[in-house]
């Protein structure tokens, strides 16, 4: 898999989003009820936020969100994580942030 080698660079760089990540499990996983969610990883296939629902006290949920087409190389990742959060952000009417 030609992104798993930057998983954790980049799975750290989107720690410090969570508002987009909570956009992401709310809009592509249609858990609405989601309290806050963390990005875990990253494949050429897709991305896994662990999230909380209402009420609980910790995350331990998991989504597989899976992008429209993979990816092959390292310079397409921000640009399709921007795409895919503009559209979750624009969905679940929120303000736009910068990812």
Do not use: C, Q, W
Request: charged letters at 30%; hydrophobic letters at 35%; zero cysteines.
């Amino acid at each position: 898999d030609p992104i798993a080698p930057h998983s954790a660079p980049i799975s750290a760089y989107m720690s410090v989003h969570s508002a987009t990540n909570l956009a992401y499990v709310r809009y592509y996983g249609r858990k609405h009820d989601a309290e806050s969610a963390t990005f875990k990883s990253i494949t050429s296939r897709g991305f896994t936020v662990s999230y909380k629902l209402r009420g609980e006290t910790e995350e331990h949920h998991e989504l597989f969100i899976e992008f429209k087409t993979p990816l092959s190389k390292r310079e397409e990742i921000r640009p399709v994580l921007e795409e895919m959060a503009k559209e979750a952000e624009t969905a679940l009417g929120l303000v736009r942030r910068k990812v």
